[in-house]
């Protein structure tokens, strides 16, 4: 495993951190709870494995992906792992406050190392988070000792993410930065030049630079690699996270790990071949997210844009079209039920319209055959 300088903190971070969001579960939506009898050991082979980088948040899977992460640093030296977590500002600032108290709890920690406003806003850091104390909150309970660093998780744009660097009140940032979804590229830059540390989430894209059809990579490299491998080249990133739900994903991703350096000629020539197959992706970037979800209407909206995305660009043929006609649509969670009511509009952060792009699906899936000819 390699380990980065973690902006100006002092402290030795390594490239790959565990993200613990995506743990085998038990259970569905309000129930949805970690497994932890398999999710524990995943945690544990990855910090077996060097990674000393552990990040969750108070709503992962409902609350228990803290859990978890307590229960896999029991009894390991914790001064030699680093734990993140985030607290959102959907509450008033007392009953805010009061969370870091349960965290502490469920992380089994004293101490909690880079804690996060999770996806901050900067309207909402002049408006809210300063005037109505809850920053105060954070600087009295690193002077109590409770957590180490103040940080953030963003998914403003790339302007805003530099105000909130400018204020020069946070020791990190976590920002999502992959092939896909380059926009962050200054505000990386400059947190780097400020002596920020920089976490990135979604190197791979959630998954979905995965299935890329057109690439073969050479050196014996899979796709996810390769874009892992993007991701470190960059010198102002220091972690990328990945949330991991298996040991043999974590085995995989800390053996990527351990070649972190300056791209091979052979892999940037590998990686401009992927970016050029990206250009019409940038185009509708879903992260699989589900924040917009659910919608009033029943529309599945992330299912919709994953098959638009693999019919268009993935080239993955008349199989994706009939998991639209024969699988969305009958459930009627298809675009064609979308009735532009624009109420999932605001939450997505990856800004897109996604009423306008739901009209896209629908014209794409209605060119394509209804049915399976061979059947
Ligand atoms: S605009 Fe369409 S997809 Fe969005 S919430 Fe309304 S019905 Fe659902
Ligand atoms: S449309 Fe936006 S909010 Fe919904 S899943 Fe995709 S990225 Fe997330």
Same mark, same amino acid.
């Given at each position: 495993?390699?380990?980065?300088?973690?902006?100006?903190?002092?402290?030795?971070?390594?490239?790959?951190?565990?993200?613990?969001?995506?743990?085998?579960?038990?259970?569905?939506?309000?129930?949805?709870?970690?497994?932890?009898?398999?999710?524990?050991?995943?945690?544990?082979?990855?910090?077996?494995?060097?990674?000393?980088?552990?990040?969750?948040?108070?709503?992962?899977?409902?609350?228990?992906?803290?859990?978890?992460?307590?229960?896999?640093?029991?009894?390991?030296?914790?001064?030699?792992?680093?734990?993140?977590?985030?607290?959102?500002?959907?509450?008033?600032?007392?009953?805010?406050?009061?969370?870091?108290?349960?965290?502490?709890?469920?992380?089994?920690?004293?101490?909690?190392?880079?804690?996060?406003?999770?996806?901050?806003?900067?309207?909402?850091?002049?408006?809210?988070?300063?005037?109505?104390?809850?920053?105060?909150?954070?600087?009295?309970?690193?002077?109590?000792?409770?957590?180490?660093?103040?940080?953030?998780?963003?998914?403003?744009?790339?302007?805003?993410?530099?105000?909130?660097?400018?204020?020069? @009140?946070?020791?990190?940032?976590? +920002?999502?930065?992959?092939? *896909?979804?380059? %926009?962050? &590229? !200054?505000?990386?830059?400059?947190? =780097?030049?400020?002596?920020?540390?920089?976490?990135?989430?979604?190197?791979?894209?959630?998954?979905?630079?995965?299935?890329?059809?057109?690439?073969?990579?050479?050196?014996?490299?899979?796709?996810?690699?390769?874009?892992?491998?993007?991701?470190?080249?960059?010198?102002?990133?220091?972690?990328?996270?990945?949330?991991?739900?298996?040991?043999?994903?974590?085995?995989?991703?800390?053996?990527?790990?351990?070649?972190?350096?300056?791209?091979?000629?052979? @892999?940037?020539?590998?990686?401009? +071949?992927?970016?050029?197959? *990206?250009?019409? %992706?940038? &185009? !509708?970037?879903?992260?699989?997210? =589900?924040?917009?979800?659910?919608?009033?209407?029943?529309?599945?909206?992330?299912?919709?844009?994953?098959?638009?995305?693999?019919?268009?660009?993935?080239?993955?043929?008349?199989?994706?079209?009939?998991?639209?006609?024969?699988?969305?649509?009958?459930?009627?969670?298809?675009?064609?039920?979308?009735?532009?009511?624009?109420?999932?509009?605001?939450?997505?952060?990856?800004?897109?319209?996604?009423?306008?792009?739901?009209?896209?699906?629908?014209?794409?899936?209605?060119?394509?055959?209804?049915?399976?000819?061979?059947?």
């Amino acid at each position: 495993m390699k380990y980065k300088d973690f902006g100006n903190t002092g402290i030795k971070l390594s490239a790959l951190g565990f993200g613990a969001m995506r743990l085998p579960v038990i259970g569905e939506g309000e129930q949805e709870k970690v497994d932890l009898e398999n999710a524990v050991p995943v945690i544990q082979r990855g910090l077996d494995l060097g990674i000393n980088y552990i990040d969750s948040a108070w709503a992962y899977h409902n609350g228990t992906s803290e859990t978890a992460v307590g229960e896999a640093i029991a009894g390991r030296d914790r001064s030699s792992i680093y734990i993140s977590t985030k607290n959102p500002l959907d509450t008033e600032v007392k009953e805010w406050r009061k969370r870091l108290d349960t965290q502490l709890e469920r992380l089994n920690t004293d101490y909690i190392d880079f804690y996060h406003f999770h996806g901050l806003m900067w309207r909402e850091f002049k408006k809210k988070v300063l005037p109505e104390g809850y920053f105060k909150e954070l600087q009295r309970a690193r002077d109590e000792g409770l957590i180490r660093h103040i940080s953030f998780s963003c998914h403003d744009n790339p302007r805003n993410m530099i105000k909130l660097i400018d204020t020069g @009140e946070f020791s990190s940032m976590l +920002v999502q930065y992959n092939l *896909l979804h380059r %926009l962050n &590229d !200054l505000a990386i830059a400059h947190a =780097g030049e400020k002596g920020m540390g920089v976490v990135v989430m979604g190197p791979v894209g959630g998954g979905r630079i995965a299935f890329l059809s057109r690439l073969q990579p050479r050196e014996g490299r899979t796709v996810p690699e390769l874009a892992l491998r993007f991701v470190w080249s960059n010198p102002n990133i220091n972690v990328a996270l990945s949330g991991m739900g298996n040991v043999a994903m974590v085995e995989e991703n800390a053996a990527t790990a351990d070649i972190v350096g300056p791209l091979t000629s052979v @892999e940037e020539e590998d990686i401009q +071949v992927m970016l050029d197959q *990206l250009d019409g %992706l940038e &185009d !509708l970037y879903c992260t699989g997210c =589900g924040y917009c979800m659910p919608c009033p209407n029943g529309v599945d909206i992330p299912t919709n844009f994953l098959l638009l995305n693999y019919a268009r660009y993935y080239e993955f043929g008349e199989g994706i079209a009939q998991s639209y006609n024969l699988g969305l649509k009958p459930a009627k969670a298809s675009a064609d039920f979308c009735i532009e009511c624009e109420e999932c509009l605001e939450k997505c952060p990856q800004n897109i319209p996604i009423p306008e792009r739901m009209r896209d699906v629908v014209e794409q899936f209605s060119q394509e055959p209804q049915e399976d000819t061979d059947s």
